[in-house]
């Protein structure tokens, strides 16, 4: 069965077909080239890379030197063992000739005693490094065979040389891949592909990870004793599960784009994720049987990446990024790499500035005496050291020196900053504008130690980053085999339930489509949505939609930054429904009596952000006349004004001090932080169009006067984004108070799913609506897939 072609019973169009005029033509001897390209995922996937990595010559060296970074590393460490006398070294024994004096020769081996030194051990080692070698260096020149490929891709039928990549968006990139398309047919299922088709292929395993995080399904949580709960992802489990999931011979994808056909007979779940559990079994075992040799590349490996790094700045230890359990809690439905970074980027400062306001009075204590004891001895020692010189030979004296810093360096970052002001629920407004996610029983809550403690998991010190990176191989095995392998039955439930197959795609994830009718939540959406949700029963409707509001979310982000996307009639809805919602609040404020409403909360919230954002909130706060309603406020005019100021002045007061607060943490942040700013300069890392959104929140809230709505359209996008996130939220918090029966049967408070022997009371689908049928809840949704029912 060819791509394009699995379960063409249930084929949906994601979007309607459409002509346009094509702006450029490909030459006749290319156009053969890309016609009916067998496996668009792969194609597409380094198409991005290419544009994402900055061309050719740039992937060529980055595969070039890993290849040498890892000989490297094999050889050094081999020369340290055997070809360093480490006895002259260290001066256990003199030199040969009794010379005071050691000299470089004196240390090290000639090449022939070195070799004879080697053991059966080493050979053993340099094979296996050398078999490595090889595959790898084979791998890396089909990788550069293939993105040949792309390279001539984007010069013959893109037009787009690789000296202006940096130059070009990835929208711009996005539009001219749809005109090839309808000139060429990479895809022969489609005549024109749309911009969901293409983020289909790019990230439909990533898709899948991000539904499987928001239903609570990865192995990322778990309790040990004395220690209690630990929140983990490493990198190198993601790779397991990755593998496990959709690469290996006995994954549920048995290719890019189709699941087994064993997903589609309905009674063999049980058969399923025997098989599943099986394979997991498999990989942890292997992951055991190599630990050692991975742990002891991943410690060399740190080493050598950081140890430059930290000999210049120290301090970098004590700085946070962003986890990977945070990165992919975070992560839209549908966003690619270079997106995710910029968000979580401007949330960097934020989220920074938001965990150093907590400190603990004991522990700051404790730092302060500690500072001034090893701030004593190291004066001592460098004062002696000062005097005669002879000091810094006596043995272990530079060792002492070291940690004695390094204890003062820890104890520094243990004592707060007494010029920062306390503002945390202000910062924790400011990260969810950026990151658009945070569980909702967090609001109100961010001076707590609990917010604190569960945001330290998505933003954790590198530290601790590089500690869990280095350990992952010890305990990457036991989180397959006793966290994820005990969930393989849901698992596989959830493939069965949550795939669909689009036409010209293959199976996708259907959270992935940001359904809203189907996988939509009812708290997240504007009241005239209802209807969409009128014959499912709320429990059933909260096994089937994303939690925190990941589909309502995903798709305003999605609308925004893909403006041409032509959305289904339920999404129009959705998003017009928000708008519609938002100014039905805006001209609440003519009225008489003034309320708080989730416009005007999320306004103020939007104002302390920075101060292009708090220009738009001023502006539109007062934009409808509400500063002249005389008559719709009767005796008291300037009433709403004034309170309306005082909010205002009082949320901008909280964003001046907050960005004095930044400029501090700025100074304090380094040369470290500016470097990793630099990936995301330059239009290819431009989220969206260049040009803005054609339609967006703001500019409806301006209404006739949106043309001038905002003088930086590329800017828009993000800014509209925040403004809507934290309306939604708002919107949402309210819906909850209104609505208390939300809390007791949706996501509200983070939980995991329910157990899958729960039986809740559901409408099974065909039956009459009036009969009800007790079922298991977890199968529930199951009942209802697209890919069940298929065969017999």
């Given at each position: 069965?060819t791509?394009g072609?699995a379960?063409?019973?249930n084929?949906v169009e994601?979007?309607?077909?459409?002509?346009?005029?094509?702006l450029?033509?490909?030459p006749?001897i290319?156009?053969?080239?890309?016609?009916h390209?067998?496996?668009?995922?792969?194609?597409?996937?380094r198409?991005?890379?290419?544009h994402?990595k900055h061309?050719?010559?740039?992937?060529?060296?980055e595969?070039?030197?890993?290849?040498?970074?890892f000989a490297?590393?094999?050889?050094?460490?081999?020369?340290?063992?055997?070809?360093?006398n480490?006895d002259?070294?260290?001066?256990?024994?003199?030199?040969?000739?009794?010379?005071?004096?050691?000299?470089?020769d004196?240390?090290i081996?000639p090449?022939?005693?070195?070799?004879?030194?080697?053991n059966?051990?080493t050979y053993?080692?340099?094979?296996?490094?050398a078999?490595?070698l090889?595959i790898?260096t084979?791998?890396v020149?089909y990788h550069?065979?293939?993105?040949?490929?792309?390279?001539?891709?984007?010069n013959?039928a893109?037009?787009?040389?690789?000296?202006?990549l940096?130059n070009?968006?990835?929208?711009?990139i996005?539009?001219?891949v749809?005109?090839?398309?309808a000139e060429?047919?990479?895809?022969?299922d489609?005549?024109?592909?749309?911009?969901?088709?293409?983020?289909?292929?790019?990230?439909?395993?990533?898709?899948?990870l991000?539904?499987?995080m928001?239903?609570n399904?990865?192995?990322?949580?778990?309790?040990?004793p004395?220690?209690?709960?630990?929140?983990?992802?490493?990198?190198?489990?993601?790779?397991?599960?990755?593998?496990?999931l959709f690469?290996?011979?006995g994954?549920?994808?048995?290719?890019?784009?189709?699941?087994?056909?064993d997903y589609?007979?309905?009674g063999?779940q049980?058969?399923l994720?025997?098989?599943l559990?099986?394979?997991?079994?498999?990989v942890?075992?292997?992951n055991?049987?190599f630990?050692?040799?991975?742990?002891?590349?991943?410690?060399?490996y740190?080493s050598?990446?950081?140890?430059?790094i930290l000999?210049k700045?120290?301090g970098a230890?004590?700085?946070?990024?962003?986890?990977n359990?945070?990165?992919?809690y975070?992560?839209h439905?549908n966003?690619?790499?270079?997106?995710?970074?910029a968000r979580l980027?401007?949330a960097?400062e934020y989220?920074?500035r938001?965990?150093?306001?907590?400190?603990?009075p004991?522990?700051?204590?404790?730092?302060?005496?500690?500072?001034?004891?090893?701030g004593?001895?190291?004066l001592?020692i460098?004062?002696?050291?000062?005097?005669?010189?002879?000091?810094?030979q006596v043995?272990?004296?530079?060792?002492?020196?070291t940690?004695?810093?390094?204890?003062?360096?820890?104890?520094r970052?243990?004592?707060?900053?007494?010029?920062l002001?306390?503002?945390?629920?202000q910062?924790m407004?400011?990260?969810l504008?950026?990151?658009h996610?945070?569980?909702?029983?967090w609001?109100n809550?961010?001076?707590?130690?609990?917010?604190r403690?569960?945001?330290?998991?998505?933003?954790q010190f590198?530290?601790?980053?590089?500690?869990?990176?280095?350990?992952?191989p010890?305990?990457t095995?036991?989180?397959l085999?006793?966290?994820f392998?005990?969930k393989a039955?849901?698992?596989?439930k959830?493939?069965r339930?949550?795939?669909?197959?689009v036409?010209?795609v293959?199976?996708?994830?259907?959270?992935?489509?940001?359904?809203?009718?189907k996988?939509g939540?009812?708290?997240?959406?504007?009241g005239?949505?209802?209807s969409?949700h009128?014959d499912?029963?709320?429990g059933?409707?909260?096994q089937?939609?994303g939690n925190n509001?990941k589909?309502?979310?995903?798709?305003?982000r999605?609308?925004?930054t893909?403006?041409?996307?032509?959305?289904?009639?339920?999404a129009?809805?959705f998003?017009?429904?928000?708008r519609?919602?938002?100014?039905?609040d805006l001209?609440?404020?003519?009225?008489?009596e003034?309320?708080?409403?989730?416009?005007?909360?999320?306004?103020?919230s939007?104002g302390?952000?920075g101060?292009?954002?708090?220009s738009?909130?001023?502006?539109?706060?007062?934009?409808?006349?509400?500063?002249?309603?005389?008559e719709?406020m009767?005796?008291?005019p300037?009433h709403?004004?004034?309170?309306?100021?005082q909010?205002l002045?009082?949320g901008?007061?909280?964003?001046?001090?907050?960005?004095d607060n930044m400029?501090?943490s700025r100074r304090?942040?380094?040369?470290?932080?500016?470097?990793?700013?630099?990936?995301?300069?330059?239009a290819s890392?431009?989220?969206?169009s260049?040009?803005?959104?054609?339609?967006?929140?703001i500019?409806?809230?301006?209404?006739?006067?949106?043309?001038?709505c905002y003088?930086k359209p590329?800017?828009?996008?993000?800014a509209?984004?925040?403004?809507?996130?934290?309306?939604?939220?708002e919107?949402?918090?309210?819906?909850v108070?209104?609505?208390?029966?939300?809390i007791?049967?949706?996501?509200e408070?983070?939980?995991?799913?329910?157990?899958?022997?729960?039986e809740?009371?559901?409408?099974?689908?065909?039956?009459?609506?009036?009969?009800?049928v007790?079922?298991n809840?977890a199968?529930a949704?199951?009942e209802t897939?697209p890919?069940?029912?298929?065969?017999?």
């Amino acid at each position: 069965m060819t791509e394009g072609h699995a379960y063409e019973a249930n084929d949906v169009e994601d979007t309607p077909r459409s002509s346009g005029v094509l702006l450029h033509t490909v030459p006749e001897i290319n156009r053969a080239r890309w016609n009916h390209i067998e496996d668009l995922d792969s194609f597409f996937t380094r198409m991005y890379h290419y544009h994402q990595k900055h061309g050719f010559l740039i992937i060529v060296l980055e595969e070039f030197f890993q290849l040498v970074e890892f000989a490297f590393v094999v050889w050094l460490v081999t020369f340290a063992v055997h070809c360093i006398n480490h006895d002259v070294l260290f001066g256990h024994t003199m030199p040969a000739d009794n010379h005071t004096k050691i000299t470089i020769d004196d240390v090290i081996i000639p090449m022939d005693v070195c070799v004879d030194n080697f053991n059966g051990f080493t050979y053993s080692i340099l094979f296996v490094a050398a078999l490595y070698l090889l595959i790898r260096t084979i791998k890396v020149l089909y990788h550069i065979s293939q993105y040949w490929d792309i390279k001539k891709f984007y010069n013959t039928a893109l037009h787009i040389e690789d000296g202006n990549l940096d130059n070009v968006t990835w929208h711009e990139i996005k539009k001219k891949v749809r005109e090839v398309q309808a000139e060429q047919h990479m895809c022969i299922d489609k005549d024109h592909l749309t911009d969901l088709d293409i983020y289909h292929r790019i990230l439909r395993f990533k898709n899948y990870l991000v539904a499987l995080m928001n239903k609570n399904l990865l192995p990322v949580r778990f309790t040990l004793p004395i220690v209690g709960e630990v929140v983990t992802l490493s990198r190198g489990l993601l790779f397991n599960i990755d593998l496990i999931l959709f690469r290996s011979p006995g994954s549920p994808f048995q290719n890019n784009w189709q699941l087994h056909d064993d997903y589609s007979v309905r009674g063999n779940q049980r058969e399923l994720a025997n098989r599943l559990s099986k394979l997991i079994l498999w990989v942890a075992i292997a992951n055991l049987v190599f630990a050692p040799i991975i742990f002891i590349w991943q410690l060399v490996y740190f080493s050598f990446t950081y140890a430059n790094i930290l000999k210049k700045e120290p301090g970098a230890l004590g700085m946070r990024t962003w986890s990977n359990y945070g990165r992919l809690y975070l992560r839209h439905f549908n966003e690619l790499d270079h997106e995710l970074d910029a968000r979580l980027n401007r949330a960097y400062e934020y989220a920074d500035r938001y965990l150093n306001s907590f400190s603990s009075p004991l522990l700051a204590v404790i730092a302060r005496n500690i500072l001034f004891i090893t701030g004593g001895m190291l004066l001592l020692i460098l004062a002696m050291g000062i005097y005669d010189e002879y000091v810094f030979q006596v043995e272990h004296v530079l060792t002492i020196i070291t940690l004695l810093s390094a204890i003062g360096l820890v104890c520094r970052n243990c004592i707060p900053n007494e010029n920062l002001i306390w503002c945390p629920e202000q910062l924790m407004n400011a990260i969810l504008a950026h990151v658009h996610y945070l569980p909702a029983n967090w609001k109100n809550q961010a001076h707590t130690s609990m917010v604190r403690h569960e945001f330290g998991n998505f933003f954790q010190f590198k530290a601790s980053y590089f500690i869990n990176e280095i350990l992952s191989p010890i305990v990457t095995p036991f989180q397959l085999l006793f966290v994820f392998r005990p969930k393989a039955l849901e698992i596989v439930k959830f493939f069965r339930s949550f795939t669909v197959s689009v036409r010209g795609v293959g199976n996708v994830c259907s959270f992935a489509q940001m359904d809203v009718r189907k996988h939509g939540n009812p708290e997240w959406q504007p009241g005239e949505m209802s209807s969409l949700h009128a014959d499912v029963p709320l429990g059933e409707k909260m096994q089937t939609a994303g939690n925190n509001g990941k589909t309502e979310l995903s798709l305003l982000r999605f609308t925004l930054t893909n403006p041409e996307w032509q959305m289904p009639p339920e999404a129009v809805q959705f998003v017009n429904g928000v708008r519609q919602n938002a100014l039905t609040d805006l001209s609440k404020l003519k009225k008489k009596e003034f309320t708080l409403n989730p416009l005007t909360e999320s306004l103020v919230s939007f104002g302390t952000i920075g101060n292009e954002y708090s220009s738009i909130a001023k502006s539109l706060l007062f934009h409808h006349n509400v500063h002249n309603g005389e008559e719709a406020m009767g005796q008291n005019p300037n009433h709403c004004q004034c309170y309306f100021e005082q909010m205002l002045q009082q949320g901008l007061g909280e964003h001046s001090r907050m960005q004095d607060n930044m400029s501090v943490s700025r100074r304090m942040m380094g040369t470290m932080r500016r470097d990793e700013n630099a990936k995301i300069l330059g239009a290819s890392k431009m989220e969206g169009s260049i040009n803005g959104p054609s339609e967006s929140l703001i500019c409806s809230l301006y209404g006739p006067a949106s043309a001038a709505c905002y003088d930086k359209p590329q800017d828009l996008t993000v800014a509209d984004m925040c403004l809507s996130v934290l309306y939604l939220h708002e919107m949402h918090h309210k819906t909850v108070q209104e609505n208390p029966m939300f809390i007791a049967e949706g996501d509200e408070h983070h939980q995991p799913p329910s157990d899958p022997g729960t039986e809740v009371n559901v409408i099974r689908p065909g039956t009459s609506t009036d009969t009800i049928v007790t079922t298991n809840s977890a199968s529930a949704a199951a009942e209802t897939t697209p890919l069940l029912g298929l065969r017999s």
